[in-house]
């Protein structure tokens, strides 16, 4: 069996044209007319299809080799004795000739600025289908915009407006069979008739030149024969990859595997878009460090178009939405987080705070349960210092910490605040209830200094004043590893061993980092917790 060598064939004279696929591999059986590696200028890709079909047994080229007429792609061990002499055109059909340059959407004067652009010469090719309309009545276009596409059985073609305008009418639809010369659309042009007459390839329909024979043609590289016109856009489908030279352009551009990337287009063909949307979130979360969770691979969420769907308004989230978003994410990704919930009996903790009202109202004090609860949390803090924690960075160590600053997640305009009271187990309720004031008001009129938001031991997140049985909150990671949500109190029945009783119970819920805290510890914490709320006097042991 003789060893035949496929060169690249005549494309039209263009010269050092980039290898962008290779698709074949050393050992591949192919026949002829397979298409063995896809070619692209800056405005057109081909696939070069095998003059000869065989054994595959060399490739002499890499991806993004430059190559031209006459370089050896590959050797193949050929079944018969068909000889290398003329290499075939590649296989897209409706590929542009030197004699007969592919244009943009031909250009028909019409009166005033209204341009008319049609098919233009598509190598002969007749009843073309249109895939796609990718503009509309009223759509400001540029020069090189694509107008539609058009899929004969072997190729695609995006077919770009010639000139710029705004889209006055559409005289096609998807389904349609168009040759060369159909109208497609209507513009209107700020350079007219005078833009269109002077084009340089554009001409009405009766005016093109014959095509040469699609069979015969060489590989037109419409980019390099047209003249200035922008030049119909190939798109080709190798292997799983549907995509034109553009959006191949892009990818490559911005690394990304077109094998990655679903099509939104039609026949899932790959948009431009559709790889700034793969792009887009990663890129975003790379910013953000947001999914930087130990290179875990985390896939991507996809780019939803809700206008689709119904009116939308996108609001710019504020910059602490932003930042606690992307806390959440770090925490949500990082902290293996366990929650378990309780009720603390607070009827007496009740009967005592309504008794204290006026005394509080008196010095100008709001007594919620909360100071009660954050008291209560600093003795649980210092009673069972397994919660008084950080994982430190060298992820083998933990950091014990010998001071008790709680933070208090504050609802504000802007978003989600977190202020610290310091020292909360060194003070008392009046104190606590002046300060979480104090420092409530601060978070809602954006006068909280950064330092008065850093150091936090342990969060307290109430939403006792809302509503709801019980939550889950997430723990601010790196610095803590604990956090109790606070719901809110209604009155149970409790059994107290005889009959059930009504008891003002408070749903609480306490979300840890287990990579520090076990569930004994957590359970022994909130056992103490809920012990001290239940009965202050507690406190004072
Ligand atoms: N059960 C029943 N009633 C409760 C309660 C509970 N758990 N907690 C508070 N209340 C009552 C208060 O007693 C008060 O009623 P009175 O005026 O009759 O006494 C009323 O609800 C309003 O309380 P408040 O909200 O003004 O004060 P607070 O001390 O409970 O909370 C603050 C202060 C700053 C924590 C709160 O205003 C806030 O912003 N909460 C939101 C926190 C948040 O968004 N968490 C979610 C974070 S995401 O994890």
Not at 345 to 355: G, P, Q
Not at 412 to 427: E, F, I, Q, S
Request: charged letters at 20%; proline letters at 6%; hydrophobic letters at 45%.
């Amino acid at each position: 069996m003789a060893i035949q060598t496929i060169k690249v064939p005549d494309i039209g004279g263009a010269e050092g044209v980039e290898v962008i696929e290779i698709s074949v591999k050393v050992g591949d059986v192919i026949a002829e007319n397979d298409s063995i590696l896809v070619l692209e200028t800056d405005k057109a890709s081909m696939e070069i299809p095998a003059s000869v079909g065989g054994k595959v047994v060399a490739i002499k080229v890499n991806l993004g080799d430059k190559v031209s007429e006459g370089t050896a792609l590959i050797d193949v061990e050929a079944e018969g004795a068909a000889t290398q002499a003329a290499a075939p055109a590649p296989a897209a059909s409706p590929e542009p000739t030197k004699a007969a340059p592919v244009a943009a959407a031909a250009l028909t004067p019409t009166a005033s600025a209204e341009v008319t652009l049609s098919v233009p010469d598509i190598g002969g090719a007749e009843g073309v289908e249109v895939i796609e309309i990718n503009v509309k009545v009223g759509d400001e276009v540029a020069q090189g915009d694509s107008l539609i596409v058009l899929e004969t059985d072997k190729a695609s073609m995006e077919i770009p407006a010639e000139t710029a305008g705004k889209i006055l009418s559409i005289a096609v639809k998807v389904g349609d069979k168009v040759s060369q010369g159909a109208t497609i659309a209507i513009v209107a042009s700020a350079g007219g008739a005078s833009t269109a007459s002077s084009a340089p390839v554009s001409a009405a329909p009766a005016a093109a030149p014959a095509p040469a024979k699609v069979e015969s043609a060489p590989v037109a590289a419409a980019a390099t024969s047209a003249p200035k016109a922008a030049a119909v856009e190939e798109v080709v489908q190798t292997g799983d990859v549907y995509a034109g030279p553009a959006v191949r352009k892009l990818a490559r551009q911005l690394g990304v595997d077109l094998g990655k990337v679903s099509g939104s287009g039609p026949r899932s063909r790959l948009l431009k878009d559709d790889v700034r949307n793969y792009v887009k979130p990663i890129v975003q979360a790379a910013q953000s460090g947001a999914s930087l969770g130990g290179g875990s691979g985390i896939p991507v969420l996809p780019v939803i178009d809700y206008s689709k769907f119904g009116e939308v308004e996108i609001v710019k989230m504020s910059k602490i939405k932003k930042l606690t978003a992307d806390a959440m994410t770090r925490s949500w990704l990082n902290v293996p987080r366990i929650t378990q919930f309780d009720d603390a009996d607070i009827t007496d903790l009740e009967v005592f705070r309504n008794s204290m009202k006026a005394e509080a109202e008196k010095r100008g004090s709001k007594l919620t349960p909360l100071p009660f609860i954050v008291k209560a949390v600093a003795a649980a803090l210092v009673a069972e210092p397994s919660f008084n924690v950080s994982v430190h960075q060298d992820n083998e160590s933990i950091v014990h910490k010998k001071f008790v600053h709680i933070g208090i997640a504050v609802d504000t305009p802007n978003g989600l605040l977190v202020p610290v009271v310091r020292n909360a187990d060194k003070k008392g309720l009046f104190e606590l209830a002046d300060e979480i004031n104090v420092l409530a008001k601060k978070a809602r009129d954006g006068k909280l200094t950064p330092a008065e938001m850093q150091g936090g031991c342990f969060t307290i997140s109430s939403l006792g004043a809302m509503g709801g049985n019980g939550f889950t909150p997430m723990v601010s990671a790196p610095t803590e590893v604990g956090i109790l949500g606070v719901s809110r109190a209604q009155m149970k029945p409790v059994w107290n061993g005889k009959e059930f009783i009504p008891r003002n119970m408070l749903p609480l819920s306490l979300s840890y980092d287990h990579r520090a805290v076990n569930g004994a510890d957590a359970g022994r914490f909130m056992t103490y917790l809920t012990g001290v709320i239940g009965d202050l006097r507690r406190l004072l042991l």
